[in-house]
């Protein structure tokens, strides 16, 4: 094994984490932006920024998978004298005497010092803003007077991430920018500039001439003269504006400059690399104007300070939209007025140093919805910050933006979203609802599913079609998570599309049930569920039989159209959703016949008698008896597939997997190779399929036994050796890897739960523990690769080259199901239509510890004293008094809860 060496650390104080060393194993991210704007940004301030749609608007260029790698990003360059350097190391690799980067909520700081100079940038995106704000503070902490130049750098993307990578002929051709830099008294439409505008002379480079604009072409210069209110110096990107676009970027600086650059080629040398820009070499920008090509943006200042003296500059990098018929303010010259507003809102230290502090509360609000106190740091601050912030990080981006999805692959997951917000309904709700509608708006009629939409136009993603038979049991997972968080049951009532047609509307509860009935519609020859295109792993392709590498395995279905392989997943999934739609049809039927006794009782002490409404009471009574029918339907279906799973579904040892197109056994001890699966023993076993059987507990010893490795739970053991052709994508990567044998984080979760309903809390926690970045941080920084302050997809499993190697950080379902596991059934925390269950599943070893939840508009401390004892709470005390069962009931204010286990 090689050395583990530490790269940063955890500064729970300020919730952040510190990196020491910028050359972490591997870029270690962090997200800014909270609604709209968002970027992304490594630890050496690589990364792009983009509005709303990684594909759609993206606003920087990022090159995947360069050389070096996470080349491109947010760069400010210092020169002093012949020495250049980054305060984040990259790109210029200068050694520093001092880096530091810090990742926060929402924001990131990061440190160099350099010769007696610290250059010190907080990035962060306000809230409500469009824009990344780079707070550059430079300090001398020398002796000496210090001349510095500094040079910003940004490189724009023309809006489309995908065509940007690819349509070249047509790209370099249409850049265009926009200059503003009133104390140059610069100000020029594209066309204005002709010819270049003279570069100042290095020879002299203490005092910079200001470039004369181009005069020779007078008539075109048409642009008004700036806004005296935003003095600093805007470069703007208007490519395509002429045409369809309506938006535009800008990077400002709130200070005067003595020169800028927009055309990269210029800048930085067609053979040069970033760590070498032509002009910060010498010392001596362009005043290059971009026509075509690459458009960049950047700003040249000169700066002295005294000794100990320090100065701040307010980068912004933004971006508007305008109305059609407000696109310009003379011809081919863009309507600034929103972007001076912007600008204005943020060109000081102070208003700066406000919308700072504004986040910072905004995050101290959301953390304090669920906060823990165990005396364990390494899962205190998991549950208290890195968990919570990757569900928001999760529930914005879905699989779209990371350091491994490129943005331009997918939108966001049906399946993926709904689990998303399962982890992020406690800290908005009223984000998470609409999530629900915009997401049940992309179903179709017969129940089935657009697999993704794209998030700028919510539009299915006809590439991709549907037909993955697990996603519509998603929709009840994620609307029944909601209702039990707010009890907004107003919701069922919201008329969501098809499609999103409009004229196609029905209530957003008809989407859940014909969810359902989707699944009972699609049973195969053992009444299990047709699997499809894929259920939850979309690598286990039953009906692709591809031999062509140039089909996809997620769309093609060669020989069937999916009429015979089954699901065992997607048969507990079903039987969990379905006992959850059961409880919510009961729930409902008693939500409406308590509507039609308030009726009565109210019209009667308003009329003094009772006649009146009649009708009404009648139409609430047979709701609620609609209700309760439609419960018994739903609970015979559940038990028939209870049924299905007992008799066709169990192997002996563990839950089967599937049944491929032949009805072959999948998962089976009979299996040459991958004789049993993660997935279904997850599902089953939190489905307690077979738990008076004993089937529970030997399937969770099965997953010990089989699946369990030092670093986690594997996919599949053995792992596939060739690729099978019947099964598809899975068998198609090498063993260890992704789903072939992978630990695919999201689905550990899944079995610790089944441990948790089990009562096996020693055996819960140890799984959990495993996969738990703050203890792997510990230990594997070198060999994790990957930020070890989030979770990530998947970890090399036991058959792998490099068993313990992460990969696919950030993005993942494990965000949500890690929150949900240890929230509600290790901490024990549960949400319920009337109030919280408490019902903890705990390691022996588990000493007191006091939760402190935020619930509707009543705020709960709960101490629980578990007294050795793995599960099963004795008495709950609630303000003093003792009560039976384990909900606390619902009521606002503020509460005390003591629980005895
Ligand atoms: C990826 C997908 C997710 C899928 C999983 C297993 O994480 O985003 O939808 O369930 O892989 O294949
Ligand atoms: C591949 C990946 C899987 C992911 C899918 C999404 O199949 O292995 O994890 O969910 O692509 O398209």
Redesign the pocket.
Known sequence: MEQQKRYGHFDDQHREYVITDPKTPWPWINYLGNEDFFSLISNTAGGYSFYKDAKFRRITRYRYNNIPMDNGGRYFYIKEGDTVWNPGWKPCKTPLDFYECRHGMGYTRITGRKNGVEASVLFFVPLGKWAEVQKLTLTNQSSDVKTLKLFSFEEWCLWNAATDMENFQRNFSTGEVEVEVPNLAISTSNNSSKIEAPTPDVSNSSKIEAPTPDVSNSSKIEAPTPDVSTSGATIYHKTEYRERRNHYAFYHVNAEIQGYDTNRETFVGLYNELSEPEAVLEGRPRNSHAHGWSPIASHYIEVTLQPGESKDFVFLLGYIENEQDEKFSAPQVINKQKAYALIESLNTTEKVDKAFAELNQYWDKLLNIYKVKTGNDKLDRMVNIWNQYQCMVTFNFS?SASFFESGI??GM?FR?SNQDLVGFVHQIPSRARQRIIDIASTQFPDGGCYH?YQPLTKRGNND?GGGFNDDPCWLIFGTVAYLKETGDFSILDEMVPFDNQPGSEVTLFEHLKISMDHVIKNLGPHMLPLIGR?DW???LNLNCFSWDPNES??TTENVSEGTKAESLMIAGLFVVTGKEYVALCKELAKRTENLELKTERCDYSQDGEQSTTGNHTSQFSTLSSQFSAEAARMQQAVDAMIEAVKKHGWDGEWYLRAYDFYGRKIGSNECDEAKIFIESQGWCTMAEIGAEDGMVAKSLDSCKKYLECEHGMVLNNPAFTKYIYEYG??SS?PEGY??NAGI?CHNNPWVIIGECLAGRGNDAWAHYAKILPSYVEEKYQTLHKVEPYVNC??VAGKDAFKPGEGK?SWLTGTAAWMWLTVSQHILGIKPEYDGLRIDPCLPSTAGDYTVQRKFRDAQYTITIHPNGAQKGVKQIVLDGSAIDGTVIPYSPGEHTVEVTM
Do not use: S
Request: proline share 0%.
């Open positions: 699989r692959g997918r997951g993926d993704q991709i894929a792993n979309d690598c395995f997620q994508e899975i990567y992704k789903e695919f997809q998947m696919n």
